[in-house]
């Protein structure tokens, strides 16, 4: 188990580190003086996600698929695994593969842990309640999971990755700490990957309309993601272990009509609304408790939705704005694409 004081630097690995969560949090660590090794496949992360960060002295890029075996030339004193789609048609788009993220993948980099002594912290999601029958949520809901439908390979494969991180945890062989994170959003989701908060902005600003999933009565709790980053990083440091899952997502609960309304305030584009069928499975309502969270991080989120909507609504437009001209060369690998030397290249590519 780590046996690092608190304030020495540390060499943190950050797999999922290009995608949207995990470019933030290697941010944050970089800020705070820390070594990052991001390991990621690029399947639905970004080149331009971690471009910034390519000259670091104390950054270095690995592309790597987690389902395979991984050797790390340092010796690594947290792990963060982040890795995994996150994007309902994203997981959806090749399910084997997302829940062999999950499941081998995890344990890989569990095995990873074991050997170099380090802390490990998995990325969960509110997910593991499906669609809950017990509102709001707590850690203590053992949940209502349909393990045979098209959510499935997400929802399984995580509940599974807490399983081993258990099993690891109570065996001694890993400091394992696991956190179930509800719908997070800001700037560097993908624009495309269809996410709610990203597709309401990016359809608002070309005016188009905006699609509400079945009655757009269903309910979600929006968590902006700094105040995610800041609950990741004191579950990773708490002491002792939890030794326990922890809710980390702002209980804020919104209906979709309303963050569609929320969003056309702000992009008063005058896009209308389209109602389409509700994907199958949908959970109908969803809202953490915190109450955990609050007790053993003295963590709660700080960014009301308003608020964080307004930053990312910003960063999008930004966004927009720089890639309108060489709209061709953002770099993104493929939907359901199988990873390969692409993303190194382009890598290579953006930094050269
Ligand atoms: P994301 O899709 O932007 O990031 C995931 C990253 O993992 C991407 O960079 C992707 O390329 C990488 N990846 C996927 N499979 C991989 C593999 N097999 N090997 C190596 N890299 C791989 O998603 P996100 O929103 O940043 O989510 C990050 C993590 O947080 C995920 O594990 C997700 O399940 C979890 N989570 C996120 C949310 C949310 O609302 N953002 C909610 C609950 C849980
Ligand atoms: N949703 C919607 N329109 C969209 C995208 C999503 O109405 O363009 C709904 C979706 O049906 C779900 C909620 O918004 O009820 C959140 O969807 P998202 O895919 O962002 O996250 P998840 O379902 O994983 O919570």
């Not at 690029?42 to 000259?55: C, M």
């Not at 670091?56 to 991984?70: K, M, S, W």
């Not at 599974?160 to 400091?175: M, Q």
């Not at 800001?186 to 990016?202: A, E, L």
Request: aromatic content about 6%; glycine content about 8%.
């Amino acid at each position: 188990m780590s046996g690092m004081r608190k304030n020495k630097p540390k060499t943190v690995l950050v797999a999922g580190g290009a995608g949207f969560v995990g470019s933030h949090l290697c941010d944050a660590l970089l800020a705070e003086g820390h070594a990052v090794i991001c390991v990621d496949s690029f399947l639905t992360g970004a080149v331009e996600n971690v471009a910034a960060l390519e000259n670091h002295p104390r950054f270095r890029l690995v592309e790597h698929d987690i389902c395979q075996p991984l050797r790390i030339r340092e010796r690594v004193d947290e792990i963060f695994n982040l890795a995994c789609a996150a994007s309902p048609p994203r997981y959806q788009a090749d399910p084997a593969h997302t829940l062999m993220t999950s499941v081998v993948g995890t344990a890989n980099l569990l095995e990873l842990a074991e050997k170099n002594g380090a802390t490990f912290l998995q990325a969960s999601t509110s997910e593991v309640y499906g669609d809950p029958q017990e509102h709001p949520q707590k850690e203590s809901y053992r949940g209502h999971v349909n393990c045979t439908g098209p959510r499935a390979c997400y929802d399984e494969g995580k509940r599974a990755a807490e399983t081993l991180c258990f099993d690891f945890l109570r065996a001694g062989r890993v400091d394992a700490r696991v956190t179930r994170i509800f719908n997070t959003y800001g700037p560097r989701m993908q624009s495309d990957d269809g996410r709610i908060v990203s597709n309401f902005i990016i359809q608002a600003l070309h005016g188009k309309p905006l699609t509400i999933y079945g009655t757009g009565e269903q309910t979600r709790s929006f968590c902006y993601v700094s105040d995610l980053i800041a609950g990741l990083l004191a579950l990773m440091r708490v002491k002792p272990n939890p030794r326990t899952p922890v809710n980390l997502g702002n209980p804020g609960e919104f209906t979709v009509l309303e963050l569609a309304q929320l969003v056309l305030e702000h992009i008063p584009t005058g896009s209308p609304l389209q109602y389409v069928p509700l994907p199958e499975d949908d959970p109908q309502r969803r809202r953490p408790d915190i109450s955990r969270a609050r007790a053993l991080l003295d963590w709660e989120p700080k960014v009301p939705l308003e608020e964080g909507l307004v930053r990312t609504i910003e960063w999008f437009s930004a966004f927009e704005d720089r890639n309108k001209p060489r709209r061709g060369k953002r770099r993104t690998v493929a939907r359901g694409a199988r990873p390969s030397r692409q993303g190194a290249r382009e890598y290579q590519h953006v930094s050269g």
